[in-house]
């Protein structure tokens, strides 16, 4: 199904026609496919939603550079325009950042929220890391400084990259240069501080060596989201909810259903 919202072309998938609600939320520079299991075995007795954020899958680009409130506020009139409101909601990595930012601003939004591998906190720099930034923003500055001169600037757009491609995360460089202003925006934004506003009842579950979003985040929030439980899967990664699917959607299932 193909939506207009904010200016943008969305795409969402919908499956099953049971009662409860669900909407399926994806991470960063992925899309419905990767929730596609999870929206398999819930549709069985649930009403399922997956949803394309713009930039991903087969939704088009937002008409400029978006932060996780504009993503969140996509999303919102989405849900309303599908009259889809109140639901659950299970969210990976990005997906996570944009179910904090409604849930915080609005208990009535969502019913039972299952966040897995949830971005939102800001890590914490280290003295390697922040060396590395410094070193990488001193070259930016000369590169730019080289664009100003035009028999330079051939030369300065070709060394800009390279510097992305070398000091940038994967997540990144493999973007383009709109892209990324977007990508800057999103990664930048905080929402600690928000997390002790989520009234609902919230389920945290998180891969034991989860690289990209660390246990650690997990267990902030578990500390932070006042009715919050954390389930780690031993052994998972980022992407546990995929590794370890099976009891993933049992976990669901029981925490959406049963435990009602």
């Known amino acids: 199904m193909e939506m207009q919202i904010s200016g943008v072309n969305m795409h969402v998938e919908k499956a099953g026609s049971g009662e409860k609600r669900v909407v399926l939320l994806h991470g960063w520079g992925c899309s419905t496919k990767l929730m596609k299991p999870v929206a398999d075995a819930l549709a069985r007795d649930m009403t399922v939603l997956s949803v394309d954020f713009p930039a991903h899958g087969e939704s088009g680009r937002p008409p400029e550079a978006w932060g996780v409130p504009e993503f969140a506020a996509c999303l919102l009139k989405l849900l309303k325009e599908l009259d889809f409101l109140p639901c659950s909601v299970i969210a990976h990595s990005f997906g996570g950042r944009v179910t904090i930012e409604l849930a915080s601003q609005d208990t009535t939004l969502f019913e039972r929220i299952i966040l897995t591998g949830a971005a939102g906190i800001k890590p914490v720099s280290t003295g390697a890391a922040s060396k590395r930034t410094q070193e990488y923003k001193r070259l930016k500055a000369i590169a730019e400084g080289m664009k100003k001169t035009k028999i330079l600037a051939g030369i300065a757009e070709k060394w800009s990259e390279s510097l992305v491609q070398k000091y940038g995360s994967k997540d ?50 578990e500390k932070e989201i006042p009715d919050s439980a954390l389930i780690v899967l031993e052994g998972g990664t980022h992407f546990a909810y995929l590794e370890q699917l099976g009891r993933f959607n049992a976990i669901a299932r029981s925490f959406l259903v049963e435990s009602n």
């Open 172 to 221: 990144y460089a493999a973007l383009d240069p709109e892209m990324r202003r977007t990508f800057v925006k999103v990664v930048n934004y905080d929402q600690t501080e928000k997390l002790s506003s989520i009234g609902n009842s919230t389920l945290l579950v998180w891969g034991e060596n989860d690289t990209e979003t660390p246990l650690w985040m997990g267990q902030k929030m």
